[in-house]
């Protein structure tokens, strides 16, 4: 028995090893290239759409729908709830921990370059997505197959979303809920406390996803806004009390963001990578995800949906982490190997506003890392539906993303964070290849959106796709969706 122990610890070392060093490559050697490089060309090829059209997403949230569809708001939140999760707060806390206050800055880049690439995804989730049983689906899946002709590639990145975020992902977020309130249990039920926890978020998780599409938008579109303006309120006050600290705070920032020195010393484990790194897993834009939450939307235009997803990247990005940052480096904790991730954040809460703040971090963990996991869960049910549309198949599923959730209480921190970062690296490629293909189709409903804004004196765009020469957008006919 002892031999069979020894032989599955070995196999385990090696599969921990063999995670960590395909992570370092991928993010040191492609994926950093291709995200910067896409950003930068969409940014350029939508004409900045990311910042010009910004106001437009305010005004497309409160666009009127069909009943039974999903509206513009509600999309957008089953995204941020997607986006808002443990990597604002945990990944937050050990992008600093192991890559300085400069990973801060590369966070800002990625999300200020990146929602170039979030606008273009969502946009040809858009155009290309389909109606079944009343509901929209799409997605990269969706316009690889429609636009490109290229199913096989489809079916493939539907796999890879699948297993990162119904497994990795989920994982992820349920084996942080768990570190976050496992020290409540005490000495005695301790060693119960990932099963326990584990139990009672797949419980929770069935209730959510057996109730479709609509409840998942139901529970975000509740449960993201609020806790994100509560857990914003507590990083004011905390730098309220140290104001005095934001020149050196800042300064901190962008010095060690270009410190050319720590870079040399080692590429993989710089402010850089590691900043793109988080940024990349906070709100994943260019990597395919948010586009299936995108697609479920009722909007005239296609553009329109790609403006709101915008403005979730910068939602995630450039408040709720900065909200973390900030609350990591006013407080003057120092994060290190040992002291990352949540436990760092809530060394950082209970040193400026008493153990109050700890456990007020484990609640906001506990509804962030939630709505993730029913986001998460919504994008590998469109994926599978996508690759077989079958209802047994679909059942089954549902509880192997249930049992997934209460495994992921019981994970090893490195492995569920490695295998997490590979996955969405190799979705991100897959997606970002695909933009680039179809980036004539992207420039020219943005043109098509742009002129009619300028020629109509208020009145809406309608996105009519045969007059601009887009083929493939079944579900648009004479403006209207079918």
């Known amino acids: 028995m002892s031999a069979l122990f020894a032989f599955f610890d070995a196999v385990s070392q090696a599969f921990r090893s063999f995670l960590g060093a395909a992570n370092d490559f991928l993010y040191s050697f492609i994926l950093i290239f291709l995200l910067v490089i896409a950003g930068l060309y969409f940014t350029v090829r939508t004409r900045f759409a990311q910042f010009r059209l910004l ?28 986006r808002v999760g443990t990597g604002n707060i945990a ?34 989730a858009q155009i290309y997505k389909v109606r079944r049983d ?6 990269p899946a969706y316009y690889i197959q429609k636009a490109l002709g290229k199913r096989w590639l489809g079916v493939l990145f539907a796999v890879l979303l699948i297993a990162c975020f119904a497994f990795g992902f989920n994982g992820l977020q ?26 009672v978020l797949a419980a ?65 484990g710089s402010a850089i990578v590691i900043g793109i790194k988080r940024g990349l897993f906070s709100n994943e834009a260019g990597m395919g995800s948010a586009p299936n939450a995108a697609a479920t939307a009722q909007v005239s235009h296609p553009v329109k ?20 940052a900030f609350i990591l480096l006013f407080s003057g904790v120092q994060g290190s190997e040992s ?59 549902r509880w192997v993303a249930v049992a997934a959730v209460f495994f992921g209480a019981q994970a090893d921190f490195a492995t569920v964070w490695d295998l997490a970062d590979v996955l969405m690296g190799l979705m991100a490629i897959v997606n970002i290849v695909s933009l680039f293909a179809l980036s004539k189709t992207v420039s020219l409903a943005e043109r098509d959106y742009t002129r009619q804004k300028r020629e109509g004196k208020g009145k809406d765009p309608v996105f009519r796709p045969a007059q601009i020469g887009i083929t493939g957008a079944d579900c648009w006919e004479d403006g209207t969706q079918q």
Do not use: H
């Open 55 to 82: 106001p437009d997403a305010i005004r497309s949230m409160t666009e009127r729908r069909e009943k039974g569809t999903v509206s513009s708001f509600q999309a957008l939140m089953i995204s941020t709830a997607s």
């Open 91 to 124: 990944g937050v806390a050990t992008a600093i921990a192991l890559g300085g206050a400069g990973a801060v800055f590369w966070m800002w880049v990625m999300a200020l370059v990146g929602a170039a690439s979030a606008f273009a995804e969502s946009t040809l």
């Open 134 to 139: 009343g509901e929209y689906r799409g997605g």
């Open 174 to 199: 349920s084996y942080t809920i768990t570190s976050a309130f496992a020290p409540y249990f005490g000495a005695s039920l301790a060693p119960y406390a990932p099963a326990i926890i584990g139990l």
């Open 204 to 268: 929770g998780t069935a209730l959510v996803i057996f109730g479709g599409t609509q409840r998942i938008g139901f529970i975000t579109s509740f449960i993201v806004p609020v806790m994100a303006i509560i857990y914003m309120a507590l990083g004011f006050v905390i730098i309220g009390l140290n104001i005095q600290k934001l020149p050196q705070v800042l300064s901190l920032i962008l010095s060690q963001a270009f410190d050319l020195r720590a870079i040399a010393g080692g590429f993989a």
């Open 305 to 324: 949906q790609g403006t709101v997803q915008v403005l979730s990247v910068f939602i995630d990005t450039l408040l709720i982490c900065t909200t973390t």
């Open 339 to 397: 002291l990352n991730a949540l436990p760092f954040v809530q060394a950082a809460v209970g040193s400026q506003v008493g153990q109050w703040g700890v456990g007020f971090i484990a609640f906001s963990v506990l509804a962030f890392a939630f709505s993730s996991i029913v986001g998460n869960y919504c994008y590998a049910e469109g994926n599978l539906l996508f690759i077989r549309d079958n209802k047994a198949l679909l059942t089954a599923f």
